[in-house]
């Protein structure tokens, strides 16, 4: 059951940096942790990735929401192994984060985003732990499905 726990500790590690960022963070101020590579940015995002769709959170959430009883399901079906279990350890990831993400923008209307790697010339993003968890889960199962006939 480390797919479980794996789930879990996303959960509340997001949970717990979020209300950290919140708690030691100014509002739109950067704060550099290091040198010209990482920084603490803290907003609040109302859409998706970049801010896009900002102002549609029920459209957000319908579509979220959907996702997560989608991958909810397959996660379910990998642990009891009526799916190959290969798939349980990198949708734990995608739904705790996922999870987060979805809670804290049906309760508050916005997602806390707090870290900040810019790329030259680019528009980096400003993302959270969530996010991290559902790239990476992401990124896994599309190997481990590449690896199907």
């Known amino acids: 059951m480390s797919e479980l726990f794996t789930f879990l500790a996303v959960l ?3 949970f717990g940096t979020k209300k950290w960022a919140e708690e030691n963070l100014p509002l739109n101020r950067k704060k550099e942790i290091v040198k010209n590579r990482l920084y603490f940015r803290h907003i ?6 970049y801010n896009k769709f900002s102002g549609k959170r029920n459209g957000i959430l319908l579509f979220t929401g959907s996702l ?6 397959a996660f379910l079906q990998a642990l ?23 809670a804290e923008r049906a309760r508050k209307g916005k997602v ?17 732990l ?4 559902v790239w990476i889960g992401g ?3 599309a190997i481990v499905s590449c690896g199907e006939k």
Do not use: C, H, Q
Not at 44 to 49: L, T, V
Not at 68 to 73: I, K, N, P, V
Not at 118 to 127: L, W
């Open 12 to 14: 509340g590690l997001d």
């Open 44 to 49: 609040k995002n109302s859409g998706i990735a």
């Open 68 to 73: 997560l009883a989608y991958y909810s399901m």
């Open 80 to 102: 009891a192994g009526k799916k190959e279990r290969k798939y349980a350890m990198p949708l734990a990831l995608v739904l705790g984060g996922g999870f987060g993400n979805f």
């Open 112 to 128: 806390t985003d707090f870290i900040f790697i810019p790329v030259e010339g680019k528009n980096a993003p400003i993302f959270n």
């Open 130 to 133: 969530a996010d991290v968890a």
């Open 139 to 141: 990124i896994w199962l």
